[in-house]
């Protein structure tokens, strides 16, 4: 009995959440931070999350100070001592916060301001802590009573604020059409897993060290040794499972949707017969996009006039030419040839997200804007949910590189009264992608890639043209007047026309938008979001701390985009309700009557929702046929060959070639893979043989004699003596 009243009596004194730990008091104080004012709304899950990760924060924060305690005083040296390092330490804390600051202030000034208030903190905290365990061991409880009622009264406390703090959040925070709900039990249960799997993580890599340093033995050198080591397995595991996963999630690039199975009739999209690029090869993504192309027909019922021409899409997705960023902008570039992109008036090339998603709704509102007389290109780089390509976004920004440098010696063959004007698009990670590739030249190299105009939404406060100011039309690099950041069209619309035809870039980026407002200066720095007048969407009550604001944005970011198909929102990552009249002007296409406009955000509305039919349907008959493939006989439809008849295609073609076996023919091996054949042990065996002389498979065969005749730039790498590419 003795025993379990011991027991009891310690994981009473657990539950204090001031004495319980050193870090106790400022995990507590993390933990109900968590559920004040936030940008977007959380469900329990998001919400426990942030609780979660908040928490861990603060028991960083005081394990740290904590640590630097010790380093000063013992901890077995009385109370005066330890509370005289604590005021010492909260001192140093306190004067280093108090070091003059601004906006424009640089990281490291504003991180030693943040180091100097997160070490005040940890003090105060730890001097508490000391303070109650003084008082404990002191005065002694003989009966449970006492620490449970100190517990029972400082949680009970704790979750009557975190639930008043709650609900004041969702009073002034806008909901999204989708219900979502969220419970302080809930997420309190939520979040202490967070918390257990943080916490069991730190101690199982402290385990792990500490077992290699002693089975390597004594002495400085070996020390570092062990440390080195467990650093670099524990590393490679995180590898392992974080390609293993996004690798599981890429598969579903190659899932075909019953919906989109049939290829396309027309000549001017890519994936139809006539297409350098396969139906099958373009993955979910591009099957969508060049399915979905308007026709001149719903183009001149909408608009009331007759269309100017058929609009040209043309995509490539990630399984065409994998093994260098050039193969996939040559093709590109011989899609658009072929095509007959170069004759359109306008020419807008676009950077997907991580996935491959290509905004339709701004490309359908381009096409009818123009009257149809309009090329679009995209060129995909992932296959992953954007948080989890950012490793991908260089291969993006190359691809893109190389698809705006061709285009421009492309057009420079032809007349300049010809030549159509060069726009460009990207939203997210496609913003980021695509904005990189001027980052260090600004609006001059917009002239030096051709560029007329570009138009980004919700580009990404981790992209270079949001962290170096150029986003805010601030720099040497960007003149005043061509960058303009706008939260709604009503911003836009007030500026009169010399100001609209000096703008070159138009950033759309709402003010709640958490993905804008996610930067690494957050976890040091606070964001000029914060200060003054703030935004639409931003709660006034809503603050920053260090180290912990930086992942509530980031939880916010994950619920910054939640759509109901047909229901446009100007709200966090959602830019539907603002994207015609933003096409319209960024870009200076031809004007539209308001009426017009009417009918078009309407039939913008009705295509989204006859998409999202097509991407639920179970079968190709059961899905509304697209813009381009109805006819006049009601319950037929025109499609461009054999509907694909599998549930996931099969992959990169450079595998297939790869997995290959002597004396089978190329249908054999596709068929193999159609047939969801994994590759064995032999066909592995096969690949690493063949990686030599195989490598450079890929789809495109034309000659660089036969491209340099019809004046389409050679993007291939050439090969030196030893047969290597320049990459």
Same mark, same amino acid.
């Given at each position: ?228 080591? &467990? ?87 990630? &399984? ?176 009169? =026309? ?60 994950? &619920? ?52 999202? =039919? ?93 491209? &340099?005749?019809?004046?389409?730039? =050679? ?13």
């Amino acid at each position: 009995m003795a025993g379990t009243s011991t027991q009891a009596m310690d994981m009473l004194r657990r539950l204090n959440p001031i004495t319980a730990s050193p870090s106790s008091a400022i995990e507590t104080a993390a933990l109900l931070d968590s559920f004040g004012y936030s940008l977007m709304p959380r469900t329990s899950v998001h919400q426990g999350m942030a609780a979660g990760l908040a928490t861990l924060m603060g028991r960083g924060v005081g394990v740290g100070v904590e640590r630097a305690t010790d380093v000063l005083v013992s901890p077995a040296r009385p109370l005066p001592a330890r509370l005289a390092a604590r005021a010492a330490l909260g001192g140093l804390g306190a004067g280093l916060e108090l070091l003059p600051g601004h906006k424009d202030a640089t990281l490291w000034h504003a991180g030693l301001r943040s180091s100097g208030e997160l070490l005040w903190v940890g003090s105060v905290g730890g001097a508490l802590f000391d303070v109650g365990t003084f008082l404990q061991h002191r005065y002694p409880a003989q009966r449970w009573v006492r620490p449970a009622l100190l517990a029972a009264t400082g949680t009970g406390g704790a979750l009557l604020w975190a639930r008043r703090r709650m609900a004041a959040r969702t009073a002034v925070i806008k909901r999204w059409p989708l219900e979502q709900r969220a419970t302080v039990p809930a997420a309190l249960g939520i979040g202490a897993t967070v918390y257990a799997v943080g916490v069991g993580l730190t101690r199982g890599y402290a385990a792990s060290r500490n077992g290699l340093i002693r089975h390597l033995g004594p002495g400085f050198g070996k020390s570092a040794l062990g440390r080195a080591g &467990n650093a670099a397995l524990w590393a490679a595991g995180v590898t392992w499972l974080y390609n293993a996963g996004v690798g599981y999630i890429g598969r579903a690039n190659e899932r075909v949707e019953p919906g989109y199975t049939a290829p396309p009739a027309s000549a001017l999209v890519s994936g139809s017969p006539d297409s350098l690029s396969p139906f099958e090869d373009l993955g979910q993504q591009g099957r969508r996009y060049v399915t979905d192309v308007v026709t001149p027909e719903l183009i001149e019922q909408v608009l009331g006039e007759p269309a100017k021409a058929t609009p040209i899409r043309v995509f490539v997705g990630y &399984n065409t030419e994998p093994l260098y960023p050039a193969g996939r902008a040559e093709l590109a570039l011989e899609e658009l040839e072929r095509t007959g992109a170069f004759d359109r008036s306008h020419l807008l090339l676009v950077s997907p997200t991580g996935t491959g998603w290509v905004d339709q709704t701004m490309i359908e509102s381009a096409e009818f804007l123009t009257r149809g007389d309009i090329a679009t290109c995209a060129i995909q780089y992932g296959r992953f949910p954007s948080f989890l390509c950012i490793q991908k976004v260089h291969l993006g920004r190359s691809q893109f590189r190389l698809l705006v440098w061709g285009v421009k010696q492309r057009l420079a063959s032809m007349p300049p009264g010809k030549r159509p004007k060069v726009l460009v698009f990207g939203e997210s990670l496609g913003a980021w992608s695509s904005s990189d590739v001027v980052m260090y030249q600004g609006i001059k190299g917009f002239d030096h890639y051709g560029i007329d105009r570009a138009l980004w939404f919700g580009l990404p406060g981790l992209a270079k043209w949001s962290r170096n100011g150029m986003a805010r039309g601030a720099g040497d690099l960007v003149p005043e007047g061509t960058v303009g950041v706008f939260d709604r069209h009503e911003q836009l619309a007030a500026l009169d =026309d010399a100001a609209r035809q000096r703008l070159r870039a138009v950033v759309l980026m709402h003010d709640n938008d958490p993905i804008g407002a996610l930067s690494p200066d957050l976890l040091v720095k606070r964001p000029p979001w914060l200060d003054g007048e703030r935004g639409r969407g931003v709660p006034e009550g809503m603050g920053w701390a260090p180290l912990i604001s930086f992942w509530q944005t980031g939880v916010d970011a994950m &619920n910054a985009m939640v759509t109901v198909p047909g229901e446009f929102g100007s709200f966090g990552h959602d830019y539907r309700a603002d994207t015609a009249r933003f096409v319209r002007d960024a870009y200076h296409l031809p004007t539209v009557t308001a009426d017009q406009m009417q009918r078009i955000e309407a039939e913008l509305r009705t295509l989204e929702l006859q998409r999202a =039919d097509r991407i639920k349907a179970s079968h190709l008959d059961a899905a509304p046929p697209a813009p381009a493939q109805r006819k006049e006989k009601e319950g037929e439809r025109e499609v461009g060959g054999v509907p694909l008849r599998v549930r996931r295609t099969g992959g990169a073609r450079w595998l297939r070639s790869l997995l290959r076996k002597p004396g089978k023919a190329p249908g054999d091996i596709q068929q193999g893979v159609r047939g969801h054949r994994r590759p064995d042990r032999t066909d592995l065996a096969v690949i690493a043989s063949r990686l030599g002389v195989a490598g450079t498979a890929g789809r495109s065969t034309t000659s660089r004699a036969s491209r &340099n005749r019809r004046g389409q730039p =050679d993007l291939r790498p050439r090969r030196d003596a030893g047969g290597l590419g320049r990459r």
